[in-house]
């Protein structure tokens, strides 16, 4: 890490002390420097065989595809759900964010759907997840405002295809076996009430559902910024880009400018700015998140 990053870095540090509460918003850059990555080998490994029939470039875009089946579908989707949710981090970015903050007041905003803070040991509590969670089903339509646990049935897919899972959850394909493409008709999921298709509880249009467990977040959070409206807080925004700016970035600016003693940090590799108005009391670090955690 370069020398300037190092010495933002020590005034995070200094920041982190002073402060009596801290916010964290969390982009995709933070899961990002944790190891889940969308492209190259880690995403060749596991879709290789839709790669060569599809010509899919990254994870991402390859579920947006119309696949012809429900079958296929869903083997598809199981594959990116599995690894993305019910693996691990490859690295221990998030364990190292949650020792900085345990002994803190923290509350958690992020956009990220992978349950890697919970996992970490953050508080499920201290959580607000606003754009879903690849461990939840809903209806397509949707009929009702309830979610579904996944786990279960996405084991099943991933089975149903030719994986062997571990007892920690890396999958296996053994040797000679020829992975399948779609899986069995009787494990496509469809909607207790409606028997309408099933689908994943992620934000990409007006269908989302905003659950009971999604508003009782929310007003947590509302909850905790407003106790500390005008006390010291550090808003620390890790990996948030400029698709959704509307959720963590535009707020932390407009939240730390209404309060003379809040703070504001941006960790983004190749990505850090902050406006005039709060360039006083602000900390951007170009540099990856995982070494500046690693630094502090």
Known sequence: MEKRAMEKAERLRQELERADAVVIGAGAGLSAAAGF?????????????????????DMYSGGFYPFESLEEHWAYWSRYIYINRYMDAPKPVYHKLYDLVKDKDYFVLTTNVDHCFPKAGFDKHRLFYTQGDYGLFQCSEPCHKSTYDNEEAVRRMMEAQGYVLSEDSTPHVPEGTALRMEIPNELIPYCPVCHKPMTMNLRADSTFVEDEGWHKAAERYGKFLERYRSGNILFLELGVGYNTPGIIKYPFWRMTDCNPKAAYVCVNLGETCAPREIRDRSICINADIGKVLEQL
């Not at 995403?43 to 010509?55: L, N, P």
């Open 37 to 57: 990555t969308y492209t190259g080998e880690r995403f060749c490994r596991y879709f290789q065989d839709f790669i060569d029939k599809y010509g899919f470039r």
